[in-house]
């Protein structure tokens, strides 16, 4: 086994993220496997202290964190690998990091699990139509006093799942449960995926045909783009509910306008396109649809899985192991 060494590290990321991500026990146990200032963030490699540059080996990466090009990596030469505590690298690594072979690792298996609970949440709350119920029964609780609509429930209900990313993966796997049928479509699929144990595969139409829930968790992709449009949104049955929290373009948005005001179609959006969308526009007045604003990936508390992956990434590498979630340049061209 590769002796345990302390590297320099250094966080470089929003100012105010690393107390979000790291409670005092975690810094601890981070200063124990690394040398790094905690009270140290960097914000912008023109101005970052010169010989912390040149000695840093590992970057704790963030939202927020300063692009990593060419020109920094001669600043720093001893920078062997870039750990990021959140989910895409894309925003903020050059060719140059996978050109000069860096380790890059990625916490975005730990913000699948808030955003699966929430799309878990809105799936089971479609169901009941519930949406419909906080918009119209404050308003006019007499609408509400009739027998509801016998189709309201999760009892058999069949769910479609576009997408076997890590997003799409944790929320079939909390579907279980429950009394629900989970199709899945994914191009990618290998025959003998463990995911197939629990969601059936069909083609995207056959999934939007059978399913009346249907939740988008593929990546945005030049390919993903519009994916899902009114051919897709037309076999979903009237008042069928579409989740969407991966990205606003996979989903033709004039498409699922249309539906929402022609057939009843409902909707759930945490992402828009443009984010928010402007005052006046429809999606923003339906009474089938429920905006949130970006709120399903990690939030408060939930910023503290993303700071022990990290940690515990950084803890891989001091002892010489190898990292738990690695990102690769070839990986980049199919997540988000």
Same mark, same amino acid.
């Given at each position: 086994?590769?002796?345990r060494?302390?590297?320099v590290?250094?966080?470089?990321?929003?100012?105010?993220?690393?107390?979000?991500?790291?409670?005092?026990?975690?810094?601890?146990?981070?200063?124990?496997? !690394?040398?790094?200032?905690?009270?140290?963030?960097?914000?912008?490699?023109?101005?970052?202290?010169?010989?912390? &540059?040149?000695? #840093? %080996?590992?970057?704790?990466?963030?939202?927020?964190?300063?692009?990593?090009? +060419?020109?920094?990596? %001669?600043?720093?030469?001893?920078?062997?690998?870039?750990?990021?505590?959140?989910?895409? #690298?894309?925003?903020?690594?050059?060719?140059?990091?996978?050109?000069?072979?860096?380790?890059?690792?990625? !916490?975005?298996?730990?913000?699948?699990?808030?955003v699966?609970?929430?799309?878990?949440?809105?799936?089971?709350?479609?169901?009941?139509?519930?949406?419909?119920?906080?918009?119209?029964?404050?308003?006019d609780?007499?609408?509400?006093?009739?027998?509801?609509?016998?189709?309201?429930?999760?009892?058999?209900?069949?769910?479609?799942?576009?997408?076997?990313?890590?997003?799409?993966?944790?929320?079939?796997?909390?579907?279980?449960?429950?009394?629900?049928?989970?199709?899945?479509?994914?191009?990618?699929?290998?025959?003998?995926?463990?995911?197939?144990?629990?969601?059936?595969?069909?083609?995207?139409?056959?999934?939007?045909?059978?399913?009346?829930?249907?939740?988008?968790h593929?990546?945005?992709?030049?390919?993903?783009?519009?994916m899902?449009?009114?051919?897709?949104?037309d &076999?979903?049955?009237?008042? +069928?509910t579409?989740?969407?929290? !991966?990205?606003?373009?996979?989903?033709?948005?004039?498409?699922?306008? +249309? !539906?929402?005001?022609?057939?009843?179609?409902?909707?759930v959006?945490? #992402?828009?396109d443009? %984010?928010? &969308?402007?005052?006046?526009?429809?999606?923003?007045?339906?009474?089938?649809?429920?905006?949130?604003?970006?709120?399903?990936?990690?939030?408060?508390?939930? &910023?503290?899985?993303?700071?022990?992956?990290?940690?515990?990434?950084?803890?891989?590498?001091?002892?010489? %192991?190898?990292?738990?979630?690695?990102?690769?340049?070839? +990986?980049?061209?199919?997540?988000?």
């Amino acid at each position: 086994m590769t002796a345990r060494r302390t590297p320099v590290a250094a966080f470089a990321m929003r100012p105010d993220l690393p107390e979000q991500l790291f409670g005092a026990d975690e810094l601890a146990a981070l200063a124990r496997v !690394a040398d790094i200032d905690t009270g140290l963030t960097i914000t912008d490699f023109g101005t970052a202290p010169a010989a912390l &540059l040149d000695a #840093v %080996e590992v970057l704790i990466t963030g939202w927020g964190a300063p692009r990593i090009g +060419a020109a920094e990596l %001669e600043r720093m030469p001893r920078l062997r690998a870039i750990v990021h505590a959140a989910g895409t #690298v894309k925003g903020h690594i050059d060719d140059a990091v996978w050109e000069r072979g860096l380790l890059v690792t990625s !916490a975005a298996s730990a913000n699948a699990y808030p955003v699966a609970e929430y799309t878990l949440a809105m799936i089971l709350l479609a169901g009941k139509r519930v949406p419909d119920y906080i918009r119209g029964y404050a308003a006019d609780p007499s609408a509400y006093a009739q027998e509801p609509d016998p189709a309201i429930g999760n009892f058999g209900r069949t769910v479609g799942i576009v997408g076997a990313s890590r997003v799409g993966r944790r929320v079939i796997e909390l579907l279980q449960p429950f009394d629900i049928d989970v199709l899945l479509y994914d191009p990618y699929l290998a025959p003998g995926d463990p995911v197939l144990r629990s969601a059936q595969p069909v083609s995207l139409d056959e999934l939007f045909d059978r399913s009346t829930i249907v939740s988008v968790h593929a990546p945005l992709l030049p390919e993903t783009i519009g994916m899902i449009g009114a051919a897709q949104l037309d &076999l979903l049955p009237d008042g +069928a509910t579409l989740i969407n929290t !991966a990205r606003a373009p996979i989903v033709d948005q004039e498409a699922l306008t +249309a !539906a929402v005001r022609d057939r009843g179609l409902r909707a759930v959006l945490d #992402v828009t396109d443009p %984010e928010p &969308l402007p005052a006046g526009h429809p999606l923003r007045t339906f009474p089938g649809v429920v905006l949130t604003p970006h709120v399903a990936g990690a939030l408060g508390t939930e &910023l503290r899985r993303l700071g022990e992956c990290a940690l515990h990434e950084v803890e891989r590498f001091s002892a010489g %192991e190898p990292a738990e979630h690695p990102v690769t340049k070839e +990986a980049l061209t199919a997540v988000a």
